[in-house]
């Protein structure tokens, strides 16, 4: 076998001031050519790891190094972060703040150009063409989408030529489709350039699809290194450490099925060759499915909001007038958990705020509680409408998240605004957080601390912009349990998001965008059998969902529970039904 | 009294973030904006230092026309003229104050305005001038004058910045307004909600301070990785930078006519003096 491309002995590393060692002997090899998926729980250590082989860890950290990396043969120890960086190129997480020039073209050459290689221009010509880019070479950063600017800062680390790249979780600040086209790119990476591609993951379906090993991380060690399929086949270790089973794999070994299937086609094969697929049998699949109680309630319900002929534009750095919105209607009445689905730029946000009366339209009237939103203040306004902005720091005005979620009570000079901001500490379960400042919190806590801000305000309608956007699957578990209990505080709920299990699991309607028109208002169940919208709006269907669809399930199931349901229906559970996949063992 | 909301397209904290990334990337063009940065800023300081060597009014007046030119020239937007112009009027007010009030006469107003032109025509000028350069072009004609690498640097990142900072800044502002208790009556010309206003914007600098403290940290790595280092040691990186700046006909033209055209304040001076006492 050739010498690894990376190979840890005996690693270990603790923080500056640290009680515990966040590495803790780590021994390592990966191959070249690999597509290392590194997975695990919060605080493992897969960010510390993968921050040792380009040297940021010891170099950029200095905290207590023990043991020996070499990438590419070279020691970490001895050699410097810039070095490395040839070598090994590095996304992070939040990668927006790693673009550091004005333009697409200028970002991508400012490696090579600093590390003075004649042939700047061509390598900077050759990394926007390995990522599909040419088109945005001279945009500034600041226009591009959170999926574009992904794929400049790729293109970026690429211009260096490196034979490693890391990507630490993709996923979290990325629309599903956005997420799967950085996928799609790092594989073809790996496949036509041979590229070793290490990337941190907790989404199960990606590590399926794309990665050839996956490496799980518990307490600072690995606990073990194994090809995809092995290691998706332990399914139950897995989710241990916070990463649950692909739905396919979850319902698979559910039904008992002997092998794990790596893809929707792979599991409706399976299912019909063991005669487990629910047929379509409309008398049993509606039954548990379409009339399920989260259906939109009856007109004549109590309208919360009325919009009418709204139309709206932002003004553009050219001075031209950018529609937005564009003729739209909309109802939400009492009751109803609305989820905005659409692109980026399909006008989501720019609905909300003006649902919430922020801003007002250039044309149309919006009634919230029959009160016009051009009649009133958006200061006023807050007493009817709450938005709470994507990014949750933008909401800690204060130094506490207990003086956060009292500003509004108390500056209204609400009665008992003490006991009301003490219930909703423990309601969104903050209690013993409530002395700490918002931006030292988890990102989950965070979104609760934001969900705590907006109902001290008791508004009748609550919008909430991609609130389990960046989060892991616990935490966004947590978000969406939350936002379920808090139906009853709030007259109506709108949530924008690209988390289609936030919609089956929680929304009761779903209204798409698309260029500033409503393309569909309907509920989830009918959504996920529409795959024209889905595909419009920029959406990927659980994968429950598209299981139900491969086998003609109408309408198909939302939760790995319900396609069990339905194919209970047609066959008698047997004896395997409970038992774990084989390689459980 | 019933409200009316509309939208706002100027004067508004989204237009005021547009201005200055218009502003910042010379996004109007204009003459300066094609010219050389290695030869914009020599034309500067020639029209920045030109009045400081008379005092001759008839003089500092034709410059100052000449520098208004070239700010229509340089398409200065509305946002940084319009301050510009409160800026000097709000002086010139000043100035028949503080004479009035200090015993002084209409001689001590005119002292007064000479420094208030040449300084008119210095800011004149920067406007024509740093309006007109992009971020890359100040800090490749920074380079290029051996300054710092890490200052040229600087230049462009803190340009790359605003735009964040500003969305940044209005996001937080906007939450602040509509949570924080507004006072409930304005008083003699709305002076608490004017104070109010202020110390809303004010107090959300703290959250955006830390905020972006936390982002710079990637930022810091980010940039150690690409070499930005290894790029102020190595003078190779410094030669690809500055392989792009070319002195064209158009630079030498436009310096010329400068030149050309402050001789000629200098001579209309001259011919008509006009010096104060």
Redesign the interface.
């Known amino acids: 076998m050739s010498a690894p491309i990376i190979a840890a002995e005996a690693l270990s590393f603790r923080y500056p001031g640290a009680p515990t060692d966040t590495l803790r002997n780590v021994d390592l090899r990966i191959e070249r050519g690999d597509f290392v998926a590194v997975v695990g729980g919060n605080g493992s250590g897969k960010t510390t790891l993968c921050k040792t082989f ?1 040297g ?1 860890v010891p170099h ?1 950290w200095s905290g207590e190094f023990a043991g020996r990396v070499t990438v590419d043969g070279q020691d970490t120890f001895t050699s410097s ?2 070095e490395l ?1 040839q070598t090994v ?2 996304v ?1 997480q ?1 990668f ?8 697409v073209r ?1 970002e991508v050459s ?2 090579p ?4 290689r ?1 042939d ?1 221009a061509e390598r900077t010509a050759e990394a926007l063409e390995m990522v599909g880019i040419e088109h945005l070479a001279e945009k ?3 226009q591009l989408s959170g999926g574009q600017s992904h794929l400049v800062a790729l293109a ?2 690429l211009a ?1 030529r490196p034979e490693v790249i890391v990507v630490d979780e993709p996923v979290a600040e990325l629309d599903p489709a956005a997420a799967e086209e950085v996928y799609r790119r790092l594989t073809a990476l790996n496949r036509d350039h041979g590229l070793t591609v290490i990337t941190i993951e907790h989404h199960a379906e990606f590590i399926a699809a794309h990665a050839r090993s996956v490496l799980l991380m518990s307490d600072g060690s690995p606990v073990w290194h194994l090809p995809t399929d092995q290691a998706l086949a332990r399914a139950d270790e897995l989710s241990r450490h916070g990463i649950p089973a692909p739905q396919i794999v979850d319902a698979a070994a559910r039904l008992g099925l002997p092998q794990v299937p790596q893809s929707v086609a792979d599991a409706a094969a399976m299912l019909s060759e063991h005669r487990r697929a629910p047929y379509p049998d409309p008398a049993t699949t509606t039954a548990t499915t379409a009339t399920a109680p989260r259906d939109r309630p009856a007109t004549g319900e109590r309208s919360v909001v009325v919009a009418e002929g709204i139309r ?1 534009a ?5 001075g031209e007038l950018r529609p937005v919105l564009d003729d739209l209607d909309l109802q939400l009445h009492a009751g109803d958990r609305v989820a905005l689905i659409g692109g980026n730029g399909a006008g989501k946000t720019t609905l909300m705020k003006l649902l919430a009366g ?5 044309a149309g009237e919006i009634l919230l509680e029959g009160i016009s ?7 006023r306004l ?1 007493d009817q409408a709450c938005y709470l ?1 994507q ?1 949750p ?5 204060k130094d506490s998240v207990r003086a956060d979620v009292a ?2 009570p ?4 609400v009665d008992d605004a003490e006991q009301l901001v003490d219930r909703i500490l423990r309601r969104v379960r903050l209690e013993q957080l409530s002395d700490r ?1 918002g ?1 030292t919190l988890s990102g989950g806590q965070q979104r609760r601390a934001t969900l705590g ?1 907006g109902l001290a ?1 008791r508004p009748s309608l609550l919008l909430l912009d991609e609130p389990t956007a960046s989060l892991d699957v616990a935490s966004r578990d947590d978000v969406i349990t939350m936002l379920d209990e808090l139906s009853d505080d709030i007259a109506c709920s709108v949530v924008a998001t690209h988390d289609m299990h936030l919609v089956a699991e929680w929304a009761t309607r779903v209204i798409a965008l698309e260029h500033g028109r409503v393309l569909a208002d309907m509920a989830p169940a009918e959504l996920f059998a529409s795959p024209e919208i889905m595909r419009r709006a920029r959406l990927v269907p659980p994968q429950v969902v598209e299981l139900g669809l491969a086998l003609g399930m109408e309408p198909p199931p939302l939760s790995v529970a319900e396609l069990l349901d339905a194919c209970a229906d047609r066959t008698e559970p047997t004896a395997d039904r409970t038992e774990e996949a084989p390689a459980w063992r | 009294m019933a409200l009316t909301r509309t939208t706002h397209d100027v004067l508004s904290v989204e237009w005021i973030k547009l201005e200055l990334i218009r502003t910042a990337y010379a996004t109007r063009g204009g003459l300066v904006a094609r010219m050389d940065p290695r030869v914009v800023l020599g034309w500067y300081a020639l029209l920045a230092l030109a009045p400081w060597f008379t005092h001759n009014l008839t003089t500092l007046g034709a410059l100052f026309v000449l520098a208004a030119v070239f700010v229509v020239l340089a398409r200065v937007g509305p946002l940084v003229l319009g301050l510009f112009v409160i800026g000097l009027i709000s002086e010139m007010v000043y100035l028949a104050v503080a004479a009035l009030f200090f015993d002084g006469d209409l001689d001590t107003v005119l002292a007064l305005t000479e420094v208030t032109l040449k300084l008119g025509v210095v800011s004149l000028a920067s406007l024509a001038a740093f309006v007109s350069l992009d971020p890359e072009k100040l800090s490749d004609a920074l380079l290029a004058l051996r300054m710092p690498a890490t200052a040229a640097f600087a230049v462009s990142y803190g340009y790359r910045m605003m735009p964040i900072l500003v969305e940044e800044f209005s996001t937080v502002l906007e939450s602040a307004r509509l949570r924080e208790p507004a006072p409930s009556r304005g008083g003699v010309l709305g002076w608490r909600h004017l104070v109010h206003w202020a110390t809303l914007v004010v107090r959300a600098f703290y959250p955006i301070f830390l905020n972006t403290a936390k982002s710079v940290r990637t930022t810091v790595e980010a940039l150690e990785a690409r070499g930005f280092t290894a790029a102020t040691i190595d003078p190779r990186a410094r030669a690809i930078r500055l392989a792009s700046l070319r002195v064209t006909g158009l630079d030498l033209a436009v310096v010329a006519a400068t030149l050309a055209a402050v001789v000629g304040c200098h001579l209309i001076g001259a011919q008509w003096p006009l010096h104060r006492g």
Not at chain 1, 410 to 413: L, V
């Open positions: 380009n940021l950029y972060v810039a960086s190129g590095y992070y939040d927006q703040n790693q673009l550091v020039r004005p333009t200028d400012f490696g150009v600093n590390f003075g004649p700047h500034f950063v600041w970026s680390v260096l709206h932002h003004r553009g750095v050219r922020i801003a007002v339209p250039r939103t051009r009649s009133r203040s958006a200061r807050a902005d990014r720091e933008r909401m800690f005005l500003l509004f108390r500056g209204r000079g400042d931006r801000i305000m």
